[in-house]
């Protein structure tokens, strides 16, 4: 495709110019190909009904509760984060979305239905994310958290509890859950 170098080691300067042309073309292509890649496997890995979860992905919250400050990042990873020395736990890294059919989403969605938390205004959606393979429980499980979640305006975490020992689960709030609420009336399909 392009001429032979000369012996004499010169070349025109046209052919080192398309020479340096095809290099940097050619470095540009892999580049794209490696983001295109990465998009397809983004396409590719289940982000809820619709894809609702999409654009979460990487959205971090947290809120303090007792001696521990939790952090969840939406399809990412959940940390527990001691308060006094900061020191960060590792209570798993996304794995599911699991989404309840229409029986048990129904159930789930009540207030009080999850019989832990407390009263609140908001049902749950019977949409929840799983977060495994955290950090080793001494004496038990590898730490992991069930995220359920309910229709806010804003992401934010309502309330953790350790359900079992490093069993953790997260009531989380977001605009992705909406629209999934028991249809009683009560419930508001959009925000
Ligand atoms: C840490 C925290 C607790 C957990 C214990 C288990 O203190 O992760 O939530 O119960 O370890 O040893």
Sequence with gaps: MLAPRKTDGTEPAAVTAARDALTAA????TKVKKHLEQLEEDLAADMGPSGVFRSLK???IS??????????????KATQISRKDNSKTSLGTFSRIDVADETSKNDAAGVFASSWEESHEEPLSGMALGYDN???CWNGPKRSVGVELYCSAENEIRNVVEAEKCVYRMEVG????CGREK?????RDEL
């Design 183 to 187: 249809r009683d009336g009560t419930a």
């Design 58 to 60: 990487g959205a971090c």
């Design 134 to 136: 955290g950090q080793q």
């Design 174 to 177: 977001t605009p992705a859950a």
């Design 26 to 29: 050619q470095s540009e292509e």
């Design 63 to 76: 809120r303090e509760f007792g001696e521990y400050k939790y952090e969840l990042c939406f399809m990412e």
